[in-house]
């Protein structure tokens, strides 16, 4: 079974540039959620997408968004990107049913980005 | 507010010897609790969750809502438990989909 897969590995951007980050869920997984991760911060919520609705969204500026498709890939797009977005951003997949469950998250491997 | 509040940065044990990672939690609901783990290069992976109240890798972790903390334990230390270790929260009900972390603990363990 594949894990999520998230593209690409690695960006180096230039302040201002924007980027899109891609996300495949694993197969049957509905709820993608991204993460953004650094030193500093930690692992901090940026939104989640749910059936191509986005159900929740984290305290980051929008500069930060994001869709899901139908095939539930997701990817989330940077506007006027700072030297500040630099981190590692994590995608996450879960059944998420609405019975109140909560069968977990797999992440990905991630996208490192930089910005110059 | 939810937060999770992971008290060590930094956790230090020799193979053999018991380890407990601590993770405390404020919400006023009825939360989930997760533990996660990062070895060196790898990506982030679950590693326990409350409900269902297994053992992985050795590690055991009891919620105890009296004193909201969901502490991660080991009686015995391996070498290989080595990484960063974050201790998860998820909100039931409307905030379905988000989990809030701690700032993660790294464990060494030494041979």
């Known amino acids: 079974k594949a894990g999520v897969t998230q593209t690409p590995r690695y960006l180096i951007k230039t302040r201002g540039q924007q980027v899109t980050l891609s996300c495949s869920p694993i197969?049957?997984?509905?709820?993608v959620s991204w993460y953004q991760q650094t030193p500093g911060q930690g692992l901090q919520f940026l939104f989640e997408y749910f059936s191509e609705t986005q159900r929740n969204k984290g305290n980051f500026p929008g500069r930060f968004s994001g869709r899901q498709f139908s095939n539930s890939r997701s990817e989330m797009n940077v506007s006027t990107l700072e030297l500040g977005d630099s981190a590692l951003y994590l995608c996450a997949s879960s059944l998420a049913v609405f019975d109140g469950t909560d069968y977990g998250y797999t992440f990905g491997s991630g996208t490192r980005l930089t910005v110059v | 507010a939810q937060r999770v509040t992971q008290p060590e940065k930094l956790l230090s044990v020799f193979k053999g010897a018991p380890v407990e990672l601590k993770c405390n939690y404020s919400?006023?609901?009825?939360?989930?609790l997760f533990w996660y783990v990062q070895y060196s290069r790898q990506r982030l992976q679950l590693l326990l969750r409350h409900i269902s109240r297994e053992s992985i890798k050795g590690f055991t972790a009891d919620l105890n809502k009296g004193e909201t903390s969901f502490h991660l334990k080991k009686p015995f230390a391996q070498e290989e438990d080595s990484a960063m270790y974050y201790c998860a929260l998820n909100p039931r009900g409307s905030t379905l989909g988000r989990l809030y972390f701690g700032r993660g603990t790294q464990l060494t363990v030494w041979p």
């Open positions: 197969s049957g997984h509905r709820s």
């Open positions: 919400y006023s609901g009825s939360p989930e």
